[in-house]
């Protein structure tokens, strides 16, 4: 998923980077203090800063400063301040295949031991979180934040319009896109320019055909794996879709970054909607009454005919990440690693993503959803996140840039319909294990 | 007073110009040039492979595409942009004061950021919430950045709305440089309007136009912030210039080998376009078009 907070930030961030809290030390490794690149954007930012200030007023003699930055600005300054061996001290991130690339090049600590001394900070986070942080056995991540499933969102006063049900199959989901097209309502928004929009779908579609095991073949880079039978029949049910314009008109110019796509859906222009969790928050905040009056339906992606998929599996981000630079003072170190046992989800930080309707990645985070006004949704949250028998993170996130951007355009390229599953495949067998 | 003292003072005048295009020039060139035949993912360790980045990318066939879309938005904006500079620059070369007034109105578009005006337009043309839905109007609420053909016209349309005002400005110099006494024989012999248009003003303008059309053709080369912005490259790789194909390679894909053989081709069409146009434009550009006056 390129831009999971990137969707929030386009709407609200602030231009960075912008120095936040803290006492001014240079970046890089210069300076006595760890240092903290993270996102801006609120609320999430607020949250951020929020944990760092009480983590410095706890401990005056180890500081943190933090600067932000927006989302691709993030993106494009950490890869570059990472090989110029300026990193901050705590590197921020998505895990999966970028944070392989940053092992690779021997650029972040190994956090295997420390975890193995300190349990007990690992226990308390949810198991599925690390292992978009653990490369080829060994822990490189500190999980952070909150877990975000992809979700299938509705609109129940459509569904109630034209006297229809929620899918609860692939075949249900045919069934409805004639008609609500027939009733001049577009069955499905979808942010299409932004691609990885178009990716959650196969990501479903893949697993509830043929579970997990496809996708894992891809990762695992063995030969061919994208022209699995299941992965071909996959892409075709995904071409029927769009051909029976099961989408938003337009859809290919739409980018997620305006959050035009989950206006479709408010507005009662489109019904349905495949997104991640974090769009919850934005559209409680930008869509009128629509999510405080009870309009916003919300599910698991319902399972395929014939699938062997468990349709309890999920997919999305399972965490956001904190590494430390190899390149770090032994002192930053230190104030880092008390950061993840002291600092990181400490029990307000915890309470300010609940309260931004958000799950954070901490077991029995549930006993905070009492008496909040989205406690349906989070416990709806809670419960995919904790009781999925996979979490598979974004394809996107999990692959190496390299095969991700390859990924990306061919995605791009089959919801335009100008290649068929077979070309697609064979496009992508080219870039596995790259 | 002997020369070459006055040659050396002359030179030292242009050593900071030297020394910023060494730096800011010459060096990435070579930089990039060395890139090429490497391999490097912007995070690890630089590797030499001689000429698999080359091999790669001239193998992949999303070159040849990159390549034609580059030739069609530089062709087809020239085409465009040309004759609407021409005209307007023309015109308001004229001294009455309404003109002026007009050229600082035809001007506003430059004084915009590429980004700005992508994001406007992309806001305006959106099928669902963009101008046409606004408006209720059917013609206005195509599917302008989802259809291949129609986001290549977009992209034309609107470079050409940022751009033409610049080349205006050149024609408008270059229209005025142009001596009266010519328009006054011509009147003499008894030459209309469009007559003095394509007998004195057009082969007045020869130079104006070569130097024109290289800074737009060179220029389209890299197009990248408005199309990156408005299309990004979409729908699929419809308008996937070569500059833009070069990023995604370098910056997204992490293959800066293959970004940078990309980044030598666009320098080499470059430097080949600007000397055609220089001999398509004859003479050394130095003679004086004035010489009949």
Sequence with gaps: MGLPLGAALAACGTSGPTRAGGTPTGGGGGGGGATYWYLSGQPQEGIRAGAVERFNKANPGGQITGTTFQNDAYKAKIKTAIGAGQAPTLIWG??????????????????????????????RLFPSSFGAATIDGKIYAMPCETVQPIVLFYNKKLFDKIGAEPPQSWGDIMALV???????????????????????????????????????????????????????????????????????????????????????????????????????????????????????????????????????????NPGQYLSISSKATAEQKEIAKKFFATGVLDGEEVKGWVGTGAVPIVQGADSNFAGSKDADWLNFVYGVASKAGTFQQSWDQALSPTAAETLLDNIAKLFQLSVTPEEFATNLNAVIGK | MSAPPRHGSLAWLAVPALLLFGAFGVVPLVGVLVLSFTSWDGLGDIHFTGLESWAAVLADPGLPHALWVTFLVMAVSWLVQTPASILLGVFLAGHQRYRAVLSVVYFVPLLLSSAAIAITYKALLDPNFGLGAGLGLEILAQDWLGEPALAFGVVIFVVSWQFIPFHSLIYQGGARQIPRSMYEAAELDGAGRIRKFFSITLPQLKYTIVTSSTLMVVGSLTFFDLIFVLTAGGPGDATRVLALDMYKRGFQANLMGPASVIAVILVLVGLALALLLRRLGGGTGSDSRLEGA
Excluded: C
């Excluded at chain 1, 940053?102 to 420390?114: F, I």
């Design chain 1, 94 to 123: 998505w895990g999966g295949g970028t944070l392989r690339s940053y092992v690779q090049a021997g650029q972040v600590e190994d956090l295997t031991p420390w975890f193995g001394e300190n349990a007990a900070v690992k226990d």
């Design chain 1, 178 to 316: 004639p008609k609500f097209n027939a009733a001049g309502i577009a069955p499905f928004s979808l942010g299409g320019q932004s691609r990885w929009t178009n990716m959650m779908w196969l990501e479903f579609l893949f697993d509830r055909i043929a579970g997990p095991e496809v996708f894992q073949a891809v990762f695992d880079g063995q030969k061919d794996a994208w022209s699995n039978p299941a992965a071909i029949d996959a892409l075709t049910k995904m071409q029927d879709l769009i051909k029976a314009d099961g989408f938003i008109k337009g859809f290919s110019s739409i980018t997620a970054d305006s959050n035009a796509d989950q206006a479709l859906l408010y507005t009662g222009k489109a019904a349905m909607m495949l997104h991640g969790s974090w769009t919850y928050g934005m559209m409680a905040a930008d869509g009128g009454d629509f999510v405080s009056g009870g309009n916003l339906g919300f599910m698991n992606f319902p399972p395929v005919e014939g699938g062997k998929g468990d349709p309890s599996n999920t997919v999305g």
